[in-house]
């Protein structure tokens, strides 16, 4: 599985769009894109995933590249809720064992 | 539909004793994953177990560490003896194969070596 490479911390202001960044530059073709976010005291929550096409759900936007070298998690609207530990993982197959890395710290600020 | 049961939620122990933590993981999920979070850092990966099988164990301690899964369901991973390097947050987690992929966390035990 590609290697992620991810911004130690970020702010952002409440109600503001986070826009989280995920280097993936050796990222195969048929590898896809995950995102977990870890809240203080919690287990690790998914959030998204995605192949080549953006994607959207009730929690987040998955923007990826046309190259899939990099993508971009959007929490559209952040609250303070959102203050956590986002991970963005690179997978062969969906299948494959999760490894984690050291994330990007996301503080939303009042 | 239950999430992942994790217990205990705490325990404190002194180095050199033993201790177990139990995992029930959603019903059906045939894949089942003990992770150690150490402060600080993101979880490590201890083992994974397909039904009552052991996929991946490469980053279990074995002298000291141990799991099971003997029925492919519940799971037990136990310290023994316990270093003070072991404190740290013990997630279980489970997944249904060819699903999404998602992972779903319990709610972890921490576990405190003095």
């Known amino acids: 599985d590609a290697k992620t490479t991810q911004p130690p911390s970020m702010d952002c202001a409440e109600g503001r769009a986070a826009n989280l960044p995920c280097n993936h530059s050796?990222?195969?073709?048929?590898?896809?894109v995950y995102w977990y976010r870890q809240i203080h005291s919690q287990g690790p929550q998914y959030i998204i995933h995605?192949?080549?096409n953006n994607e959207t759900n009730e929690m987040a936007s998955l923007i990826i590249t046309e190259d899939r070298k990099s993508s971009t998690l959007i929490l559209p609207h952040a609250t303070l809720r959102d203050t956590a530990v986002y991970y963005c993982?690179?997978?062969?197959?969906?299948?494959?064992?999760?490894?984690f890395g050291k994330g990007t710290r996301l503080h939303i600020l009042p | 539909e239950a999430g992942v049961a994790q217990s205990p939620r705490y325990k404190i122990i002194e180095k050199r004793q033993s201790v177990a933590f139990w995992c029930n993981p959603i019903?059906?999920?045939?894949?089942l994953y003990w992770y150690q979070q150490i402060l600080g850092q993101g979880p490590k990966l201890l083992i994974q177990?397909?039904?009552?099988?052991?996929?991946?164990d490469s980053q279990l301690p074995k002298d000291r560490f141990s799991a099971e899964r003997l029925k492919g369901v519940d799971s037990t991973l136990k310290i023994q003896p316990a270093k003070l390097e072991d404190s740290a947050v013990y997630l279980c987690?489970?997944?249904?194969?060819?699903?999404?992929?998602?992972?779903?966390f319990g709610e972890g035990s921490r576990l405190t070596v003095l």
């Open positions: 177990f397909q039904n009552n099988g052991v996929v991946d």
């Open positions: 993982i690179a997978l062969m197959n969906r299948d494959d064992k999760i490894i």
């Open positions: 995605g192949l080549k």
């Open positions: 987690a489970s997944r249904n194969t060819g699903g999404t992929g998602e992972l779903f």
């Open positions: 050796t990222i195969s073709g048929n590898e896809y």
């Open positions: 019903s059906g999920h045939a894949t």
